[in-house]
Structures are given as structure tokens and as C-alpha cells.
């Protein structure tokens, strides 16, 4: 279903997006396609095996962590796995702006002790300061906008010696075919709109290292802050890597179902270009960010 929203409509018309237009852009698309991100994640493996929601959960330490946040929780993938290996040892938390995302997680979690919140991470008043030990967030970061306003809400909740950890995208260069696919995609998006890639999602700084670091130094000025790039891989038919990769994409939904039709044709195409044994493979680069309270014990 083709996305029709505040942001694409200030993106025709060169206007560099708003934050509210970018909330009404990503409500739509969460609206009409809660959960779409779930699935590819959990099936990209780093060269560990793990995937992304792993990664995040093997930060716990029962011994110094008890109360535990999502922000922008979604549809409670993460939450559930937290509750998998931990139960009822952790006070386990989740906030998410969107209603439908909200319903299925409080599906995914209705047997557990969750508390789930709807609410901008700009804004959690609901939470009093120094309520978390341990602050997850969970590729949502890049596209929150203002992201200066998420970070100081997270230090406020953070408890002194607390820890935030997040998975953000990573530096396409560092993952062979990821650019590849992109660029498949967006020519296709930039055919309907030229300026889509000029205007990105969020805020530009969180999408680099770099940046990223920087950015995160302003407002945790008293913690260690530490970075690593990390790559995960999805193995599959071209037919299925196709679809499953597009999905992943926020620009797929911005396609006419015959534009959609018409990309998928060439990725399977190029993921043909790159079969072994009869599967290709789709690579990710991520970034890894853990920020930890000075004397943290974890």
C-alpha cells in the first residue's frame, strides 16, 4: 500500500521535512504494516549467530540490572526475549508513539508482567528521573527527530551508574551489497520523488560513527561511550531476499504497488547475480552503542 503523508508531501515540494511530519509519516507507515520490521531482524545473524535483539538483551546482568526500558519498543520483540530468559527476575518496561505497534505487542506480552506505555521518547513525564538501570533502543534511534530531546530524556531516566544501549544503522560501506540494494530501491523511490535520500529519515548525525559519538558526548557528558560496527547477514532464495530486504526499507512504502512490483523484479535480479549453492545473501551493517554510567559495573 502506497504511503501518502505529511512528509512525503513537504518532500515533493523541497521543503526540508518537520519533526511532526515525520511522526505523521512513520505513524502511517507503522499503521498499515505494524510488525514489519520484526521478522528480517530477527533472521539477520552476526557472524556469531545473534541477531540484533540478542545483541541488546545479552547486556543484562541480573546482578545490576532489575529495571529494564524499551524505547520505541514496538511490537515487544525484545521485551519477549527478555522475558524468555529472565521471567519474572526483571521490572520490564516498554514506550512506543504508535497504537498499532502497541497492540501487538500487549498481545506478544499478555502473559507477562510488562507495563507497556504509548508516548514520544521526547517526552516520558510519565517516568520519573533515575527510574532504569538499563535503557534499550532498538532501531528506532535514527529515525527520531528532534533526537537531542530523545537523549536528554534518556539521561534523565538513566539511573546514575545506569546503562543505554542501542542498535543504529551502520556504515554502509563496511557491509558488501548493502549499498547495492539501497541504491536499487531509492532509484526506484527517486523516480517518484527526486528528492527522497536528499531528505532522510531523521537526524543525519545518528547514521555515522562519527557523528553518532558526538552526538551522544553533548548529553552524557559523564559516561564511556563505545561504538562497534557489526554486519548481519540473512542467506535466502533471491524471490524470498527480495521482498524480505524491501520490506525493511521505510522507501518501499512510499511505492505504488506496480512501482513495488516492478523493484522487486530487480533486486531479484541482482540477488540472482550473487547465488551460491542456490541462495544469496543480504548483509547489513549496524552500529552497536553502548553508553555506560561512570563505575558501572557491567
Not at 222 to 238: H, K, L, R
Request: proline fraction near 3%; charge should be negative.
Amino acid at each position: 500500500m502506497k504511503i501518502k503523508s505529511a512528509w512525503i508531501r513537504q518532500i515533493e515540494s523541497g521543503q526540508q521535512p518537520s519533526s511532526s511530519a515525520l511522526r505523521d509519516h512513520l505513524g502511517a507507515v507503522h499503521d498499515n504494516n505494524a510488525g514489519f520490521t520484526e521478522d528480517f531482524a530477527w533472521k539477520c545473524r552476526d557472524a556469531n549467530g545473534k541477531n540484533s535483539y540478542e545483541l541488546l538483551a545479552d547486556i543484562i546482568d541480573q546482578k545490576y540490572h532489575s529495571q529494564v526500558l524499551d524505547l520505541g519498543c514496538g511490537s515487544g520483540v525484545l521485551l519477549d526475549l527478555c522475558n524468555q530468559r529472565f521471567g519474572n527476575e526483571l521490572v520490564l518496561s516498554g514506550v512506543d508513539m504508535n497504537g498499532s505497534e502497541l497492540q501487538l505487542a500487549r498481545k506478544r506480552l499478555a502473559h507477562t508482567d510488562t507495563k507497556l506505555y504509548q508516548g514520544a521518547a521526547q517526552n516520558l513525564d510519565f517516568f520519573s528521573d533515575s527510574s532504569f538501570d538499563l535503557i534499550f533502543c532498538h532501531w528506532a534511534l535514527t529515525l527520531m527527530d528532534p533526537v537531542t530531546e530523545v537523549l536528554a530524556t534518556t539521561n534523565r531516566l538513566l539511573k546514575e551508574k545506569g546503562i543505554f544501549a542501542a542498535i543504529i544503522d551502520g556504515d554502509p560501506k563496511t557491509a558488501d551489497g548493502y549499498r547495492e540494494v539501497h541504491d536499487i530501491i531509492y532509484e526506484h523511490v527517486q523516480c517518484k520523488y527526486p528528492d527522497y535520500g536528499v531528505f532522510e529519515l531523521g537526524d543525519p548525525r545518528v547514521r555515522t560513527a562519527a557523528g553518532l559519538k558526538k552526538l551522544v558526548a553533548e548529553t552524557f557528558e559523564d559516561f564511556d561511550i563505545n561504538i562497534t560496527p557489526i554486519t548481519v547477514s540473512y542467506n535466502g532464495a533471491p524471490s524470498l531476499l527480495a521482498r524480505e530486504a524491501a520490506g525493511f526499507f521505510y522507501a518501499s512504502f512510499v511505492l505504488s504497488p506496480n512501482d513495488f512490483s516492478q523493484m522487486l523484479a530487480n533486486l531479484e535480479k541482482y540477488f540472482f547475480t550473487n547465488l551460491h549453492d542456490g541462495t544469496s545473501c543480504f548483509t547489513m551493517p549496524i552500529n552497536l552503542l553502548i553508553v555506560r554510567g561512570k563505575g558501572s559495573n557491567n
